[in-house]
């Protein structure tokens, strides 16, 4: 008997859209899904073949990209970040949208970047960060933080950071003004490439249910 697909999804800001989403496609968690006394991480769904994972943003990427999970949900800045090969991401959800920028305290925007060889930029994206300022001929030196950036520069941990950026309210909340976009990010559907191969009966309807349900997104 084959297993049940198991499909990540990421507890965070994306769940909200993602669950009308998921709906639209045919698949809807049980009722302990939506009981936020509930310790389960794993659920059941309408469907006996789908069962559903709920799990961070960047683990989403990790457990698709090894097959733990043959489908999942996340951020286009994570699939780029992670930049794993064993990724496909065959659709824009054109949910969580947002845009990874670059910011800095307003009175150091204008200094003069050609003058410098060296940064030290606060992030959750390291690996985005250092192929932004590489493509810049600059060396960026990268403090990891899993949250919070917009602290950095008033603590003086970094005079920049690279961080997620919707309303702009966090950036002007904490003195902070945004003088680089460095990507466009939404949500895409993320499919393990072997699972693909080897259960493409079963993916790619479900593939498609989400392209559908991408489509009819506004006219329902
Ligand atoms: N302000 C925002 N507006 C729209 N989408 C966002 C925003 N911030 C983040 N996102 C999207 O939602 C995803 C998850 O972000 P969220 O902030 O919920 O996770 P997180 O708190 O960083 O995750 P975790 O707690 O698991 O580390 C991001 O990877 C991004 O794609
Ligand atoms: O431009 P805005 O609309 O203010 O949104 C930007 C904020 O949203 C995200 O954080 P989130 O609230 O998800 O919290 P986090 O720090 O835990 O990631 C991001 O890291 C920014 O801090």
Redesign the pocket.
Known sequence: MTRSLTFAI?????LDEALPLLAKAGIEPEAEFHDKKSRALRFATNRPDVSIIRV???DVATFVAHGAAQIGI?????VEEFNYSELYAPVDLDI???RLSVAEPVDAADEDQAAMSHVRVAT?YPHLTCRYYEARGLQAECVKL??AMELAPSLGLSRRIVD???SGATLKANGLVETDIIMQ?S?RLIVNRAAYKMRSAELTPLIDAFRAAVGVKDAV
């Open positions: 990421p507890k965070g800001r994306i961070r943003a960047f996340v951020g286009s800045d994570v969580g949208h947002c959750k899993n949250g997620l950026v919707s990010i949500a």
